[in-house]
């Protein structure tokens, strides 16, 4: 009995797998070609290449924005999509608190439910010193983990994250990498796109468009 319920909590956890996913921008040149792979929650997959090779279009084909040349996506489980674009995107007059709190406002908690939640998103991120910060006095670093952590609120299904430390420097980037795990523990589907190898090596595991069965056919 204890068995099934296992695996039907597992069901129930959101999902994305790729089958035989291609994309190219012309009949004879593609980005990638034959991929197969399967995104579960409570992990997250790093996607890796060289600059040109798909990752940012891979995301957007992730998230729907975009439609496959060949191939689908089966997705189960994934309404609400969350995304952290490179250059951290917040209003520079508004708190830490303030970018965390709105996400469960807006899914109908009460202000003061909200704001300790938002509380606790901050603190697994290593903000909780600067929740009362402007966006616009965060350093590089903490703006990044900042997004991150809205990212978070408001348990989205599927987060996908976009170069996440490329414009910042090593010691920056490393206290972003050092958080991604908390994006694991939140339950939902994450996807990061990034050349960075620490970031990568702080991914559960990664999908790498340079392999071979991601090439351009050359027929």
Request: a negative charge; glycine letters at 10%; proline letters at 7%.
């Given at each position: 009995m204890q068995r099934n319920i296992t695996l039907s909590a597992e069901l129930d956890l959101p999902r994305l797998t790729l089958h035989g996913l291609g994309h190219g921008f012309s009949p004879d040149r593609y980005l990638f070609r034959h991929l197969d792979a399967d995104?579960?929650?409570?992990?997250?997959?790093?996607?890796?290449?060289?600059?040109?090779?798909?990752?940012?279009?891979?995301?957007?084909?992730?998230?729907?924005?975009?439609?496959?040349?060949?191939?689908?996506?089966?997705?189960?489980?994934?309404?609400?999509?969350?995304?952290?674009?490179?250059?951290?995107?917040?209003?520079?007059?508004?708190?830490?608190?303030?970018h965390v709190t709105l996400p469960y406002l807006a899914v109908g908690l009460s202000r003061v439910r909200s704001e300790e939640l938002a509380l606790q998103r901050l603190k697994d991120f290593g903000l909780q010193a600067s929740a009362n910060k402007r966006a616009t006095h965060l350093s590089g670093g903490e703006a990044q983990r900042l997004m991150l952590a809205r990212a978070?609120?408001?348990?989205?299904?599927?987060?996908?994250?976009?170069?996440?430390?490329?414009?910042?420097?090593?010691?920056?980037?490393?206290?972003?990498?050092?958080?991604?795990g908390e994006l694991a523990r939140s339950g939902a589907v994450v996807i990061v796109a990034s050349h960075d190898q620490e970031t990568l090596r702080a991914c559960t595991n990664t999908l790498d468009l340079a392999a071979p069965a991601a090439q351009s056919d050359s027929t």
């Open positions: 995104f579960r929650a409570n992990s997250v997959t790093g996607i890796t290449g060289p600059s040109g090779s798909g990752k940012s279009t891979l995301l957007s084909i992730i998230a729907g924005w975009e439609s496959p040349k060949e191939g689908f996506i089966e997705r189960s489980g994934i309404s609400a999509v969350r995304w952290v674009f490179q250059n951290p995107i917040g209003v520079p007059q508004r708190t830490a608190l303030d978070v609120a408001g348990n989205p299904d599927l987060i996908l994250v976009d170069e996440p430390t490329a414009q910042l420097d090593r010691a920056t980037a490393a206290t972003v990498n050092s958080v991604l």
